[in-house]
Structure formats: C-alpha cells, structure tokens
C-alpha cells in the first residue's frame, strides 16, 4: 500500500503540529439576572377569560442602573392587525397553520393580555402596553446587586387555538395555556430583548415560580414544575393512570413550584389520561393524553422509550436537574416548555417517539442552556436536532449517517438562492423556509462538521464540556466557539466567524493526481469562499486505505491522533491564503485505485463531484476529475 512522505509540501505552511494552549479562556463567565413569581390564577371555562395577581421579585445582577422594565405579553399577537397577523398574510410562503386565521378572529375568539395595575413597593408604576411588549417605568431604579419587587394584577382571554397556545385545539385538548402571563423579558450585556411575538422563539430570566391556578374541577392539569399536594386533589394523581372523576362546577385549585426556569407553561383538559414512570435516581416522567383507543398502545409504549432517551442524555450531554418532565397531548405540533413538552398526540409509534424526543431534548438547549433563541435560533433547534438524531439513532439503530437530512436541507437552501446569513435575528429571515432550514438544519450540521474539523471524540467530550461550563447561564456563539476551543486546543473563531456571519460556500476539490518520478503529486483546490480544514483517503488497488488530514493554518494546529475512530496521518497547514495544495507521497498511479476527499462527509461541500478521482486500471501521468 502507498506511504506518505513528508517531505516536499507545495503550497502549505510547514509549521508542523504545535497546538494553541487556549485552556485558560473562560467559558460562559457573564452574569446573570433572577426573577422569582408568585401567582394566583383564576379561569374561568365559560368565557375563557382569566384574571391573575402576582408579585415579583427581580435581582438586578448586572452593572448596570435600570430606570425601567419590559415584560412579554403574548396573547396579544392573537389579535387582528397585530404584527404575527400582518406577518402572517404578508411573507412570500407563510405558516400554513396561521395565514389569515388572525385576521378572522371574532371578539370572543381572540387573545388578551393585560396589565391592569402594578405598584413598586407600594408606589404606582406608569404602564405602557405597546402591543405584545409591556414597558414599564420604575419609581425607583434598581442599583447593580440590588433586587426590588413588584406586585400587579392582570387579565387574559384565551384565544381559539391558531399557534402553540389556545383552547380546542385540533384534537380537543380543552387549553394550551403557554406564553400565557406577563412575563419579563430578558436584560444582559447587550441590554433588553424585549422581541415582540412576531412568529417564533423565547427568551427569558430564570427564576423560581409558586403559582396557583383555579378553574373547574372537573379538568386536570399538567403543569411545568411539580404538583405540592397531589393528595388534595384527589386519588389519581400522580401516580394512577385511570382518570379521577371529579364533579363539574365546584372550583379546585392547583398548586406547583419550579426551580430554575424560564418560562411557566400548562394544559388542562376534562379527559387526560395520566400516567407515571419513575426512573432510577428518582426522576418522574409523566404523561398525559385523552383516552382514544387509537393512540392508547402507542402511548403506552411511548414511556419506555423516553427512559431511554433520558439515560443518553444523561450520560452523553449532561444530567438532567429538574425532579419531573412530562409529555402533553396539546398544541399544534411539538413545543418545548420548562420541564414539559405539549406535542400533538395522534401519531404512529416512530412520529410520536421522534416528536417526544425532539421536545424532551429540548431541555438541554433551550431548558439549561437557554441562547438567546430570537438571535441564534440554531443554537437551540440546531443543536437539539443534533442531539434528538443522536438518540433516535441509540433507540433506532441504522447502518446511515443519522444527520444526512441537514446536508440535504442546506444544499436545498443554498441552490435556492434564499440562503440568509445565519446571523439574522429569527423574526427577520424574509422566508419561512429559510429561517426553517438555517435553525435546524444549518445548527445540526455546524456541529456534525465540527467533528471533521476537531475530531468526532473531541466534540462528544466537548458537548460535556459545554453543560458543565454553561447550564444556566445563556450562552452565545463564542461561549460554545471558547469550550471548544479548549476541548481541542485548536483555534476555532475562523468556523464561527464564517459559518455563521456569511452566507459563503464550501467547494474543495481534487484538481490533478500527477506521478513524477515514482511520486504521486496531488494537487487540491479551494474553489468556494468558505476555508475548511481536510480530510482526505487514498485507497489502493490492494484495497488498502491511507487517512490524511490537511489543517488549516487558521486553526493554529490540528486534530491529534486518537481523535477519530481510525487512524490518519497529518499533513503540514494549508495556508488559508492559498488557493491550492499539493503534498507528495511514493508510489505510482498503478498502485492507486481512487482518492477521495471528505471519506465521511462531515463537510458541506456544495460540489461532490470533484471530491473523488478514479484511477483507471493501468493508467499513467496525470489525472483529473
């Protein structure tokens, strides 16, 4: 079989494999703000109407003085005119699930949300309701490292249900009640986002909730945090799966806590089927769904597979912290929620099992590591498809790559000519189709291609790296470019920078095979404007297979040995600058069968038709694709 020879390098920087010692960076070192509520809620099943009254306490953690506040005030993009409807009925291919459904809403149909009072200890605080944003202006400002609490009363009116929240939705689930209360929206080094609800994504403070909600007695209600007196309200709950009959009319109320969490949701119906599986260490799954004997036996079957999503999970990207997680016939489709999931519930087994998975993995990325989801929507979706195909892959095993999709996805995009820089705030991509492939497609295959770039141990260790550094503190792109970095030892700010500021392409090809002299000569080319580090097998007529990985001379040192599954031999940088590459190796074509670039592909190189160089059976001198 060929060896490598490295000696003469044309067109490579030979500064050898002295690696970047970036250890010392810190990772996700920023502060971060804390809210605490307590809220008292009442609705009322004949009108759909609620009225709340809530205190909160905010903690001011950063360096800054703040004169004033914004909250969030969701239900009101469910009203005719508001910024989701225009949206809705103006964008080049809109959600099929909203179109002009906003702008036909009736009085009693649509969403509300309204502040109707609030005091600062015990002064009245102006109020300007702007929409879907609630701004406040504070009697007093809060001083760094100080907090200051707030009591308020509000009233809503659950809309019919159009997007993730309502009431009967499509398969009869009586509420949907997410993004529900005045919720304050998040302030850090960049200041407010306070993003109207426009379309998609949520970004919060995380806090510790006590709330108390009180409606018919007849209806059950699964819940984000955990049930403080499952024994007042009656046998059943939480552990029985056959549903307690309660008698219409009489109020109950409910009362859960949650820990460290950014977001409160909740969902009740009169006909919930509830059942419990506790796992090992004391973590609860609960499930909840109406009692249709079409969906019963894949609901039942459905536990054993989340047990096993939850042990991957735990042991790959970091243990789940939360004591409950439950899984809720509800919504429109599949949404992730603090310590709960609404999914839509009429699925066959592998549909159900992929949209619980999908949510539930959710609460690493959106749950513990919470990005900025308006900013950086692949961070969340993107890497939660990442890690939810990682699982599916454990609980469905197959012989194929399990992130093909994504390339696939990207490719799609790229040829349509609506490729979009993935920086852009998710509200303001001008087509659905490209925000949808950017936060889900564009996110898994940044960091499937990391692998190609760090190694495929490198980025599993980092992935634990990246929770042990970041739960709970809202990283942004250069949190998760430092962690790996220092995972690797390797620069990475070149991957970052391009991949998610530019909408440039990866094209690398094989330009010629030469045989000099008893020597192979092979010459690579950089054809798109994106720069990638290489991969690249040579296999002989015997069948035998050389690895080579050619870094990048940005990267400051290369994947190590011991990083990939199989064993390869480095080749000097290739200096970014250069449009070319050619490094030798002995022997003659007649010795090689083919060379390949990207073996795996982990790469999104936007032409494979020139990764790959057949050598015809006796052919001599040059070859090209």
Same mark, same amino acid.
């Given at each position: 079989?060929?060896?490598?020879?490295?000696?003469p390098?044309?067109?490579?920087?030979?500064?050898?494999?002295?690696?970047?010692?970036?250890t010392?960076?810190?990772?996700?070192?920023?502060?971060?703000?804390?809210?605490?509520?307590?809220?008292?809620?009442?609705?009322?099943?004949?009108?759909?109407?609620?009225?709340?009254?809530?205190?909160?306490?905010?903690?001011?953690?950063?360096?800054?003085t703040?004169?004033?506040?914004?909250?969030?005030?969701?239900?009101?993009?469910?009203?005719?005119?508001?910024?989701m409807?225009?949206?809705?009925?103006?964008?080049?291919?809109?959600?099929?699930?909203?179109?002009?459904?906003?702008?036909?809403?009736?009085?009693?149909?649509?969403?509300?949300?309204?502040?109707?009072?609030?005091?600062?200890?015990?002064?009245?605080?102006?109020?300007?309701h702007?929409?879907?944003?609630?701004?406040?202006?504070?009697?007093?400002?809060?001083?760094p490292?100080?907090?200051?609490?707030?009591?308020?009363?509000?009233?809503? #009116?659950?809309p019919?249900?159009?997007?993730?929240?309502?009431?009967?939705?499509?398969?009869?689930?009586?509420?949907?009640?997410?993004?529900?209360?005045?919720?304050?929206?998040?302030?850090?080094?960049?200041?407010?986002?306070?993003?109207?609800?426009?379309?998609?994504?949520?970004?919060?403070?995380?806090?510790?909730?006590?709330?108390?909600?009180?409606?018919?007695?007849?209806?059950t209600?699964?819940?984000t945090?955990?049930?403080?007196?499952?024994?007042?309200?009656?046998?059943?709950?939480?552990?029985?799966?056959?549903?307690?009959?309660?008698?219409?009319?009489?109020?109950?109320?409910?009362?859960?806590?949650?820990?460290?969490?950014?977001?409160?949701?909740?969902?009740?119906?009169?006909?919930?089927?509830?059942?419990?599986?506790?796992?090992?260490?004391g973590?609860?799954?609960?499930?909840?769904?109406?009692?249709?004997?079409?969906?019963a036996?894949?609901?039942?079957?459905?536990?054993?597979?989340?047990?096993?999503?939850?042990?991957?999970?735990?042991?790959?990207?970091?243990?789940?912290?939360?004591?409950?997680?439950?899984?809720v016939?509800?919504?429109?489709?599949?949404?992730?929620?603090?310590?709960?999931?609404?999914?839509t519930?009429?699925?066959?087994?592998?549909?159900?099992?992929?949209?619980?998975?999908?949510?539930?993995?959710?609460?690493?990325?959106?749950?513990?590591?919470?990005?900025?989801?308006?900013?950086?929507?692949?961070?969340?979706?993107?890497?939660?498809?990442?890690?939810?195909?990682?699982?599916?892959?454990?609980?469905f095993p197959?012989?194929e790559?399990?992130?093909?999709?994504?390339?696939?996805?990207?490719?799609?995009?790229?040829?349509?000519?609506?490729?979009?820089?993935?920086?852009?705030?998710?509200?303001?991509?001008?087509?659905?189709?490209?925000?949808g492939?950017?936060?889900?497609?564009?996110?898994?295959?940044?960091?499937?291609?990391?692998?190609?770039?760090?190694?495929?141990?490198?980025?599993?260790?980092?992935?634990?790296?990246?929770?042990?550094?970041?739960?709970?503190?809202?990283?942004?792109?250069?949190?998760?470019?430092?962690?790996?970095?220092?995972?690797?030892?390797?620069?990475?700010?070149?991957?970052?920078?391009?991949?998610?500021?530019?909408?440039?392409?990866?094209?690398?090809?094989? #330009?010629?095979?030469?045989?000099?002299?008893?020597?192979?000569?092979?010459?690579?080319e950089?054809?798109?404007?994106?720069?990638?580090?290489?991969?690249?097998?040579?296999?002989?007529?015997?069948?035998?297979?050389?690895?080579?990985?050619?870094?990048?001379?940005?990267?400051?040192?290369?994947?190590?040995?011991?990083?990939?599954?199989?064993?390869?031999?480095?080749?000097?940088?290739?200096?970014?600058?250069?449009?070319t590459?050619?490094?030798?190796?002995?022997?003659?074509?007649?010795?090689?069968?083919?060379?390949?670039?990207?073996?795996?592909?982990?790469?999104?190189?936007?032409?494979?038709?020139?990764?790959?160089v057949?050598?015809?059976?006796?052919?001599?001198?040059?070859?090209?694709?």
């Amino acid at each position: 079989m060929l060896s490598v020879n490295l000696g003469p390098i044309h067109g490579a920087i030979a500064f050898g494999m002295a690696i970047l010692s970036v250890t010392s960076l810190a990772q996700c070192d920023g502060w971060q703000q804390h809210v605490d509520y307590s809220m008292d809620i009442e609705l009322d099943v004949r009108t759909h109407r609620y009225t709340g009254s809530a205190q909160l306490t905010y903690t001011n953690n950063s360096p800054d003085t703040l004169k004033e506040l914004f909250f969030h005030l969701y239900p009101n993009a469910f009203r005719p005119g508001s910024e989701m409807d225009v949206r809705s009925r103006t964008i080049e291919d809109p959600d099929s699930r909203i179109g002009d459904r906003i702008a036909d809403l009736e009085p009693h149909q649509m969403g509300e949300l309204i502040v109707k009072d609030m005091a600062q200890q015990g002064k009245e605080v102006p109020l300007e309701h702007m929409g879907t944003v609630l701004k406040v202006t504070l009697p007093r400002a809060i001083l760094p490292n100080r907090s200051t609490t707030l009591a308020y009363s509000f009233v809503g #009116q659950v809309p019919v249900q159009i997007r993730r929240s309502g009431r009967n939705n499509s398969e009869g689930i009586a509420y949907t009640m997410t993004q529900w209360y005045p919720k304050l929206a998040e302030y850090d080094e960049r200041g407010w986002h306070a993003y109207p609800y426009v379309a998609r994504e949520f970004h919060g403070v995380w806090g510790d909730l006590d709330v108390r909600i009180t409606m018919d007695s007849a209806y059950t209600i699964a819940s984000t945090g955990t049930l403080m007196d499952p024994h007042r309200i009656g046998h059943g709950y939480p552990l029985g799966r056959k549903r307690f009959e309660r008698p219409a009319g009489d109020k109950l109320t409910w009362h859960f806590q949650a820990k460290n969490v950014h977001d409160f949701a909740w969902a009740a119906d009169k006909e919930y089927v509830h059942s419990v599986r506790e796992l090992e260490g004391g973590t609860e799954l609960h499930f909840f769904h109406r009692p249709d004997p079409e969906i019963a036996e894949v609901w039942n079957e459905l536990p054993g597979y989340m047990e096993k999503a939850m042990a991957y999970m735990n042991e790959h990207f970091g243990a789940y912290p939360w004591p409950r997680y439950s899984f809720v016939q509800g919504g429109d489709g599949g949404m992730e929620y603090p310590m709960l999931t609404m999914i839509t519930g009429k699925r066959r087994l592998g549909s159900l099992v992929g949209v619980s998975v999908h949510e539930f993995v959710h609460s690493w990325f959106h749950g513990m590591m919470a990005s900025n989801e308006g900013r950086y929507p692949w961070m969340d979706e993107g890497f939660t498809e990442y890690a939810s195909k990682e699982v599916m892959a454990h609980l469905f095993p197959r012989s194929e790559s399990s992130h093909l999709n994504a390339y696939s996805g990207y490719y799609a995009l790229v040829e349509s000519g609506k490729h979009e820089a993935p920086v852009i705030h998710a509200d303001h991509f001008e087509t659905n189709f490209a925000y949808g492939v950017t936060a889900y497609n564009f996110g898994e295959l940044l960091l499937h291609q990391m692998g190609a770039v760090i190694g495929e141990k490198n980025l599993r260790s980092g992935f634990l790296r990246y929770y042990d550094a970041c739960r709970f503190k809202h990283p942004d792109p250069v949190d998760m470019e430092r962690v790996f970095e220092a995972t690797s030892g390797l620069e990475l700010d070149w991957y970052f920078d391009e991949w998610v500021n530019t909408t440039r392409t990866l094209d690398i090809g094989i #330009q010629q095979v030469l045989e000099v002299d008893g020597e192979l000569h092979i010459t690579l080319e950089r054809i798109g404007g994106m720069v990638m580090p290489v991969d690249l097998v040579l296999v002989g007529t015997d069948d035998g297979q050389q690895h080579f990985h050619v870094p990048l001379s940005l990267a400051l040192g290369s994947k190590t040995p011991g990083t990939e599954e199989y064993p390869f031999a480095i080749l000097p940088a290739w200096q970014w600058t250069d449009p070319t590459y050619t490094f030798v190796v002995p022997g003659t074509l007649k010795d090689l069968r083919e060379v390949v670039l990207d073996p795996l592909r982990r790469t999104a190189d936007v032409d494979r038709s020139n990764d790959r160089v057949s050598v015809p059976s006796g052919m001599g001198g040059l070859i090209r694709p």
